[in-house]
Antibody, heavy 121, light 113 residues
């Protein structure tokens, strides 16, 4: 059974940093691209970032480019999102999502339960 | 960026009746070299993460009931629930994966009339 478990969320002040983690199990982690998707409570979905199986190809939403960095550790079956210079508008649930190919960033067939990040002074 | 626009924002349908959700992209998501539409649909119930329903515009994910179907090509797409069940109450999102940044529609809330 595919499982994606996010951790690392919480309350943080504007301008500070936070690192999210996603522990994956139930599939061959290094066979798939991985993504982060966020959702402001009660609002729609926003793709944040995606990474190919080997970290060689990454992409970001314009809203986080230059502030967030995605990475993965295949040996640990883990995905990360380093979030720097956080803004109030980054407040959201952050979902880890599994891609469907190694390289291409396409759609998402499994999602974690989400981790809430609240940016507030 | 490719902008995805869904309509309506919400709809109420009687049990057993048809529900139709539209999704329009600001540019074509049909890749001519393989004749595939780079579009997916998701269902999200309250308190849950999204669930993949359809990909390549009309391919059903494993376990998705056949009353849920997708159609369309290029810039205009439709998700149809042929006979609405109580379990279908949710918000539905379309998503294009033709190019990054990957983008979603704003969502359509489906309720029982």
């Amino acid at each position: 059974e595919v499982q994606l478990v996010e951790s690392g969320g919480g309350l943080v002040q504007p301008g500070r940093s936070l690192r999210l983690s996603c522990a994956a199990s139930g599939f061959s982690f290094d066979d798939y691209a991985m993504h982060w998707v966020r959702q402001i409570p009660g609002k729609g979905l926003e793709w944040v970032s995606g990474v190919s199986w080997n970290n060689n190809s990454v992409a970001y939403a314009d809203s986080v480019k230059g502030r967030f960095a995605i990475s993965r550790d295949n040996a640990k079956s883990s995905l990360y999102l380093q979030m720097n210079n956080l803004r109030v508008e980054d407040t959201a649930f952050y979902y880890c999502a599994k891609g469907v190919t190694q390289y291409q960033l396409l759609y998402f067939d499994y999602w974690g339960q989400g981790s809430l990040v609240t940016v507030s002074s | 960026d490719i902008v995805m626009t869904q309509s309506p924002d919400s709809l109420a349908v009687s049990l057993g009746e048809r529900a139709t959700i539209n999704c329009k992209s600001s540019q074509s998501v049909l890749y001519n070299s393989n004749n595939k539409n780079y579009l997916a649909w998701y269902q999200q119930k309250p308190g849950q993460p999204p669930r993949l329903l359809l990909y390549w515009a009309s391919s059903r994910e494993s376990g998705v009931p056949d009353r849920i179907s997708g159609s369309g090509s290029g810039t205009d797409f439709t998700l149809t629930i042929s006979s609405l069940q109580a379990d279908d109450v949710a918000v539905y999102y379309c998503q294009q994966y033709y190019r990054t940044p990957l983008t979603f529609g704003g969502g359509t809330k489906v309720e029982i009339k």
